[in-house]
Nanobody, 125 residues
């Protein structure tokens, strides 16, 4: 059974850092890209970052470039999202998902097959 579990959310002041973890099971990380997504109250879901372990490709939303870093530890079947210089507008429920990510005109696109439950990140001003 494919499972993804996001953790590591919490309350942090603006300018602070958090590291989210996405623990996976039931599949090989080389077979799927893992993406991080977020949804703030009243807003649509947004793709934040994605990593493809098979070729090392990484993707970032323009709003987080230079502040967030995605990485994977295949031995632990876990993908991380290091979030630095957090801003109040980063407040959202963060989800991880497994599928594919690819370059598209103007940025990157994705198609996700499996989703985990989210973890709440709250950034206070």
């Amino acid at each position: 059974e494919v499972q993804l579990q996001a953790s590591g959310g919490g309350l942090v002041q603006a300018g602070g850092s958090l590291r989210l973890s996405c623990a996976t099971s039931g599949f090989n990380l080389d077979d799927y890209a893992i993406g991080w997504f977020r949804q703030a109250p009243g807003k649509e879901r947004e793709g934040v970052s994605c990593i493809s372990s098979s070729d090392g490709s990484t993707y970032y939303a323009d709003s987080v470039k230079g502040r967030f870093t995605i990485s994977s530890d295949n031995a632990k079947n876990t993908v991380y999202l290091q979030m630095n210089s957090l801003k109040p507008e980063d407040t959202a429920v963060y989800y991880c998902a497994a599928g594919y990510c690819t370059v598209v005109p103007g940025g990157w696109g994705y198609g996700m097959d499996y989703w985990g439950k989210g973890t709440l990140v709250t950034v206070s001003s």
